[in-house]
Nanobody, 115 residues
Framework: QVQLVESGGGLVQPGGSLRLSCAASGSIWSIYVMGWYRQGPGKPRDLVASITSTGTTIYGDSVKGRFTISRNNAERTIYLQMNSLKPDDTAVYYC?????????WGQGTQVTVSS
C-alpha cells in the first residue's frame, strides 16, 4: 500500500509561481514513475509532468518551458515548480505513482490562478 501526500497548492496571480510537493510512503518498488496530473472544471484529467526513478522526465505540451518536475529519491518526494502561471492552469493537481506494484493517487491539491 502506497500513500501519497500533496502540499503547496493555493491562490496565485497570473504570472506568479507555486511549488507543489508530493511525499510517498509505504511499500514502493525500486523502479517507479511519479508524476502530476491535473483536472480543471469540466475537463479530463491530463498529465502535467512525470519523472522516473532514474530521472527521465516528460511534460505536457501546455506546461513545457514553464513547469519543472524534480525528485528526491532518498525522501521519496517529487516537486513541481510552476512558473509563469496562467488562468488556464487552474485545476486540482493530483500526484500519481506507477510501479510494478500498481498505481496510486494522492488526494489532490487545488491551484487557482486568478487576479
Amino acid at each position: 500500500q502506497v500513500q501519497l501526500v500533496e502540499s503547496g497548492g493555493g491562490l496565485v496571480q497570473p504570472g506568479g509561481s507555486l511549488r507543489l510537493s508530493c511525499a510517498a510512503s509505504g511499500s514502493i518498488w525500486s523502479i517507479y514513475v511519479m508524476g502530476w496530473y491535473r483536472q480543471g472544471p469540466g475537463k479530463p484529467r491530463d498529465l502535467v509532468a512525470s519523472i522516473t526513478s532514474t530521472g527521465t522526465t516528460i511534460y505536457g505540451d501546455s506546461v513545457k518551458g514553464r513547469f519543472t518536475i524534480s525528485r528526491n529519491n532518498a525522501e521519496r518526494t517529487i516537486y513541481l515548480q510552476m512558473n509563469s502561471l496562467k488562468p488556464d492552469d487552474t485545476a486540482v493537481y493530483y500526484c500519481n505513482l506507477k510501479s510494478g506494484g500498481g498505481e496510486s493517487w494522492g488526494q489532490g491539491t487545488q491551484v487557482t490562478v486568478s487576479s
